[in-house]
């Protein structure tokens, strides 16, 4: 008799009798043989792997891309199949492909990173909302609604409705609805303020000022925020530019040192 799937065929059309091509398998040793006997039984139950494909269409991803992650759902539950244990194939590959598709769109298709969870939540309140789509008289059904149908609470049905906006990203230089001239994403965002670094360098400097000498204080002030030159200071405080000069220089290089000793 050749080694070849039987056509016999349960409830679904694409579930075949592969049962006696499993217990062939099982024995044959490593070869050409069982390798060709392999890809006749993964042939053979190829429309299961597209049906089940099937059911995640419209959800972003190509129908093709879809059969291909089902068929080597179906590979891997083809080679860990074992027919010892008393349960038809069909139970054993379907949550097996099944899981691999999941697997795609969660590993492949979420632009950002959420926990499985929340993914359960979004896809629960997505059927929720398609079916009462229907029964909703045109308008967008309400949290509580969704709630009551997806059997879950309100917090967890917002928590859904955020993660849907999760699974894809837009891009930073896609143009706005409404926006003129190619106005984007990008045009809303502000810039880095140059003028932070001061902000943390004066928080920082503010301890040590405080520790100076009021005449060393009223000096590093008069040059630094009074825009004040050395000769029109010493001229005010009635001392020379040269113990101006040196005084400035000395306040500097102990606040600096202070400064670095602090954050070391």
């Not at 959800?59 to 080679?79: I, P, S, T």
């Not at 894809?168 to 003129?180: F, I, K, Q, R």
């Not at 670094?197 to 009021?214: N, Y």
Request: include cysteine; charge should be negative.
């Amino acid at each position: 008799m050749p080694n070849r799937a039987h056509t016999k065929h349960h409830p679904h059309d694409d579930t075949p009798d592969t049962a006696a091509d499993f217990g062939r398998l099982a024995a044959l040793p490593p070869g050409p043989r069982r390798d060709a006997l392999r890809a006749r039984i993964v042939e053979a139950w190829l429309p299961m792997a597209d049906r089940l494909a099937g059911r995640f269409r419209n959800r972003g991803e190509n129908l093709e891309d879809l059969c291909q992650v089902a068929a080597l759902g179906l590979v891997k539950a083809v080679d860990r199949y074992d027919l010892a244990r008393g349960h038809a194939f069909e139970s054993y590959a379907v949550p097996t492909v099944t899981g691999e598709i999941k697997r795609h769109f969660r590993d492949h298709m979420w632009t950002l990173h959420v926990p499985r969870r929340v993914q359960e939540l979004r896809n629960r309140v997505r059927c929720a909302g398609q079916e009462l789509a229907g029964t909703a008289s045109g308008r967008r059904p309400t949290v509580a609604e969704l709630a009551e149908r997806a059997q879950l609470s309100e917090d967890e049905v917002r928590t859904g409705l955020e993660a849907l906006e999760s699974f894809s990203a837009l891009s930073l230089d896609a143009e706005l609805p409404g926006g003129d001239g190619g106005y984007s994403l990008t045009d809303t965002m502000g810039e880095a303020d140059p003028a932070l670094d001061t902000v943390v360098d004066r928080v920082a400097v503010g301890p040590e000022l405080a520790a100076l000498s009021e005449r060393e204080r009223t000096i590093l002030y008069m040059r630094f925020f009074g825009d004040m030159t050395q000769s029109r200071i010493a001229e005010q405080l009635g001392i020379s530019q040269m113990h101006v000069s040196r005084l400035i220089s000395r306040c500097c290089d102990r606040l600096r040192e202070q400064i670095l000793n602090d954050a070391g």
